[in-house]
């Protein structure tokens, strides 16, 4: 798709924990690679800075070049630190690479070193790469608690030094995680850990008056930030009204910012994706039967025969294929998950739930799960991180299930609407923002899903049971609905330019 360039060009240096499809974990890893990609192609120059961590598979960097060694302070001491330059998926990435134990191990968090000093370290570590080698870019684009330790260190520090131009601008990804840290844990980086301890700054508020010696990274991130984004507008509102860090952002109202996140659609595009057996799009969805017949087979699950390949009706009104591809943590609604596991089965349908779990307990409950019914015709529970399956579990979708508690924003109701995948999701955050109900008839020219607003299993069961009566009673009008979620412009190209409009209104002139 020819993009317009855009007049006012903006150099952009994102600092972040994750980037897709390297160093990805969740949804900040896709966001930053998809905006970063729309970025560029709308003339804007873009970095994307990334812990080097031992992990990252090298087969998939291209142009892997050294281009400083240089030292960062932790802790005292100077560390020989160096820094890369790499092409990852098209995107000019610096790889910052500490000679301590940093970042070592086998998976991007829980690594055996203390993960909080870390980012600490490479927060700082990124603001001495750009003095040592004159870098300015007019916007550091920071992103979650585990770099919000860079504003601090720049207006405080590197603003004080050579760093003259550059204007932050914080993305909260997910107010859950907001990096308690320790005064002297913040100290480590030569700031001085005291200063930031006031209700002002960055003491966590929760604990004012009893544990003055905790901090919230991402408190300190907001309160020193040019501007503020979160990744959808009902979300923004959601964090303006409760949680402990509200009463910090209706302070900061001014500059905080709703945007919802964009499908990057180079990676995710079903007429163009190497994972799918068939390639499809909206005027060729009979294609996207072959997949499910593909996840079918692979799967050992009972499939359908294709009677006449053109005829889609004949296909598509017998066992209805819902996915649910996911970090499996209590913040998806682990219990509905379950509870859709056994329902879908009730109603005939078939599950595949992709997600791996952080936690040994969710891990053996979902484990149980999986061998359970690993024979069975009906559910499969692949405890995994897989990056292929995913492609093609979102190309074989009937539908996808996201029955979040809370969602900041949500890629995989996108992703599968793309795909053609027909979104079931709880109504918050970014999914209401997405998915409109079918039966709301005040809202049927943008009408795509099927949303419930409980908690509770009965509130996901009128759900699920809507979507299958759909399914099976009006075959004409489901596959109406899968060509125009198909359609649908969930991509950056559609909001990357409210980002730009933020780092415009920030930038130094
Ligand atoms: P979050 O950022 O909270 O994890 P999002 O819905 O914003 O949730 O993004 C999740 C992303 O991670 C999607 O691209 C989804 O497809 C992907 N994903 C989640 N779990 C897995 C998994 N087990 N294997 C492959 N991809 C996964």
């Excluded at 964090?239 to 990676?267: E, F, M, P, Q």
Aim: hydrophobic residues 40%; charged residues 20%.
């Amino acid at each position: 798709v020819a993009v317009n360039k855009d007049s006012d060009l903006v150099h952009i240096a994102h600092v972040t924990a994750e980037l897709a499809p390297i160093a990805k974990v969740g949804g900040l890893g896709d966001v930053v690679t998809g905006l970063a990609r729309a970025c560029l192609s709308r003339g804007h120059t873009v970095d994307v800075i990334l812990p080097f961590y031992e992990c990252i598979p090298t087969r998939q960097i291209t142009e892997l070049t050294l281009i400083c060694t240089y030292n960062s302070y932790y802790d005292g001491n100077w560390v020989p630190t160096k820094a890369y330059r790499a092409l990852i998926s098209g995107i000019p990435v610096i790889l910052i690479e500490p000679s301590n134990h940093f970042f070592k191990g086998q998976t991007i968090y829980g690594g055996s070193y203390n993960e909080l000093e870390a980012y600490v370290f490479f927060s700082r570590a990124c603001l001495e790469w750009m003095q040592v080698t004159g870098t300015q870019p007019d916007i550091i684009h920071v992103h979650e608690w585990q770099t919000s330790a860079l504003p601090l260190l720049y207006w405080d520090m590197y603003h004080n030094l050579s760093l003259k131009k550059p204007r932050i601008v914080l993305t909260i990804h997910n107010m859950e995680h907001y990096g308690e840290c320790r005064k002297e844990q913040l100290s480590k980086s030569g700031l001085d850990g005291d200063v930031y301890a006031t209700a002002d700054k960055a003491v966590d508020d929760r604990t004012i008056g009893h544990n003055p010696e905790r901090l919230s990274l991402l408190k300190g991130g907001i309160v020193y930030s040019n501007a503020v984004v979160t990744v959808s507008p009902t979300y923004m509102k959601e964090t303006l009204c409760s949680g402990w860090l509200a009463s910090t952002l209706i302070k900061h109202r001014d500059k905080y910012n709703g945007i919802l996140n964009g499908v990057d659609t180079a990676i995710w595009n079903p007429a163009t994706d190497i994972f799918l057996p068939a390639q499809f799009n909206a005027e060729r969805i009979e294609r996207k039967k072959i997949c499910k017949q593909y996840v079918q087979k692979g799967l050992g699950l009972a499939t359908e025969t294709i009677t006449s390949a053109n005829d889609i009706h004949v296909v598509m009104d017998k066992i209805p294929l819902i996915v649910c591809i996911t970090r499996l943590v209590p913040q998806k609604g682990l219990h509905l998950i379950t509870h859709a596991i056994k329902h879908v089965v009730e109603l005939g349908g078939q599950i595949v739930v992709l997600g791996k779990a952080s936690d040994g307990r969710v891990e053996r409950e979902f484990k149980g799960l999986a061998d359970l019914h690993k024979q069975g015709p009906s559910i499969r529970i692949l405890l995994m991180y897989s990056e292929e399956l995913a492609h093609l579990l979102y190309a074989a979708a009937d539908m996808v299930l996201v029955p979040s508690v809370y969602e900041p924003c949500g890629l995989a109701q996108m992703i599968g609407m793309r795909y053609g995948a027909i979104p079931i999701v709880r109504k918050t955050g970014g999914l209401a923002d997405t998915v409109f109900d079918i039966d709301d008839h005040s809202n049927h020219e943008i009408s795509n899903g099927f949303v419930f607003e409980g908690i509770d299993e009965g509130s996901l069961n009128s759900a699920l049971d809507r979507a299958f009566a759909y399914y099976k009673e009006k075959p004409d009008e489901w596959k109406n609905l899968v060509q125009k979620v198909i359609k649908i412009d969930n991509s950056w190209n559609n909001t990357a330019g409210k980002y730009i409009g933020v780092y415009n209104s920030v930038r130094a002139r």
